[in-house]
């Protein structure tokens, strides 16, 4: 953001392993603002970075062996973190035919196949598709997870970077801990992706009272406290101004996503992610590929000749990615986007 908070010499101590109390009950606020959720601020813990809060977690809920279902594609840090710890992770092939979300019966061929699933990862919008899971949809995972006795975890880092238009109780998407009378899941979002903090590594989660205690115990013990700076700094991220800050930066990475699917048809890709939030396009490259044998020897190829940077798709899906899948960041300017779709199409038409 470009206006922050002044700090003192003071400000650069160890602060509360769970985050400043302040700052807790100034993200509780952030919640009732935006989803018109109570939260109680004794349940917010501030981590970090998001990838504090994954750790923290997953250290928390689950033990070595616990069965973990992951969405493929799907954010890789989760699963090596999983295995890391000793988790069975389960991969769910999501692809277009299921929205690239995953579906109660899908976990049900899970539980049948497996004997036990212990928890369930979610992302919405999810990287690298940017598809989103809708109020009736998460409902019923939610649901089924309670049921099932299935630790939900709810990625919602991309909250807030949507393309479904302003108003509506669900424009900034869905929280989970909104769709349960009394949420058993973890919530975890950053300052990173709306707010644009990447590098203050300052993020949190909202967790259930039954791993506050686990959390709490860990938290000191991981990273004795979240950045003080940046704690320092994050109050100023729920400012009137800084929330129209967000929001302007969010209606720019609209108009370069529009700019990007206009487009897109000339390219000859497909399938394609709806792309509803966050700011990743995941699709197939066109058929006929010739002498490139997998999407990470055409994109190295691209960035090489033609200077424009994509993903292979292997990096979110180690089963199929490597398959002519790609994932595009149109987080810049729309021109940009414009001009790397020309440099993408002299580069296929060579």
């Known amino acids: 953001m470009r206006e922050h908070a002044a700090v003192s010499p003071q400000d650069f101590g160890y602060t509360s392993p769970m985050g400043l ?27 970090t970075g998001s990838s504090g809060a994954f750790m923290l977690t997953f250290l928390a809920a689950f033990d070595p062996g616990d069965v973990v279902v992951l969405v493929r594609p799907g954010y890789p840090a989760y699963g090596n973190i999983l295995r890391v710890l000793g988790c069975d992770v389960v991969d769910l092939d999501c692809g277009p035919e299921v929205g690239f979300q995953p579906t109660t019966q899908m976990l049900d061929d899970v539980l049948a196949a497996h004997g036990r699933i ?17 109020r009736a949809r998460l409902t019923a995972l939610d649901a089924w997870c309670s049921a099932n006795d299935v630790r939900l975890i709810s990625d919602e ?79 100023g991220a ?27 048809p000339r390219l000859g890709w497909g399938p394609v992610a709806s792309a509803d939030g966050a700011f990743y396009l995941w699709a197939g490259l066109a058929e006929g590929m010739g002498r490139y044998t997998s999407s990470v020897d055409w994109c190295a190829q691209l960035l090489e000749t033609d200077g424009v940077a994509i993903t292979p798709g292997v990096d979110f899906d180690r089963e199929n990615g490597d398959q002519f899948v790609v994932r595009l960041s149109f987080a810049g300017e729309p021109e940009e986007l414009t001009e790397a779709v020309r440099r993408i199409e002299r580069f296929q038409n060579r």
């Open 238 to 264: 729920f400012s009137d101004a800084a929330y129209a800050e967000a929001e302007a930066r969010v209606a720019k990475m609209s108009r370069s996503r529009e700019a990007l699917l206009s487009e897109l």
């Open 21 to 47: 109390q302040e700052l807790r009950r100034a993200i509780a606020g952030h919640y009732r603002r935006w989803y018109g959720m109570e939260v109680d601020a004794e349940q917010v813990v501030v981590t």
């Open 157 to 235: 880092i991309y909250h807030g970077i949507t393309y479904s238009g302003a108003g509506g109780p669900d424009a900034h998407g869905v929280c989970a801990w909104d769709v349960s009378p009394q949420p058993t899941s973890v919530v975890i979002s950053s300052f990173s992706k709306y707010w644009g903090m990447t590098g203050w590594r300052l993020g949190w989660a909202l967790v259930p009272p039954d791993l506050l205690d686990a959390v709490a115990g860990l938290a000191g013990n991981v990273a004795l406290c979240p950045p003080a700076p940046a704690q320092a700094a994050a109050f």
């Open 118 to 134: 212990d928890g369930l990862m979610l992302a919405s919008p999810a990287n690298p598709t940017g598809t989103m899971i809708d």
